[in-house]
């Protein structure tokens, strides 16, 4: 779970993967939608992966991405127990 939302804290990662909510896209796609080196993309798209957030799929020459939905529904799910563990917060209580 640590490595998920590591994963997740990246804004560039984030945005990968609101991309690939859309379908799976090849590895050039996505680097061309970043103003930032090869290698940098390779990184973050690997962290995807090590999070279980993505999976690389051989087309060819092509490596596509897709989105992992298990892995998303998995933190969304700790955090809506997370949420639940206890009364929410309420600003008019005084400490």
């Not at 892995?71 to 563990?85: I, K, N, P, T, Y």
Request: glycine content about 8%; proline content about 8%; cysteine-free.
């Amino acid at each position: 779970m640590n490595t998920l939302f590591k994963a997740l804290s990246h804004p560039v990662r984030r945005r990968i993967i609101e991309m690939l909510r859309k379908g799976p896209l090849a590895s050039g796609d996505i680097a061309a939608a970043f103003d930032m080196s090869w290698p940098s993309i390779t990184g973050h798209l690997n962290a995807l992966k090590d999070a279980g957030l993505v999976s690389p799929e051989r087309d060819g020459s092509t490596i596509r991405y897709r989105l992992e939905i298990s892995a998303v529904e998995e933190a969304v799910a700790f955090l809506m127990a997370m949420r639940g563990a206890g009364p929410p917060p309420d600003d008019t209580e005084s400490p």
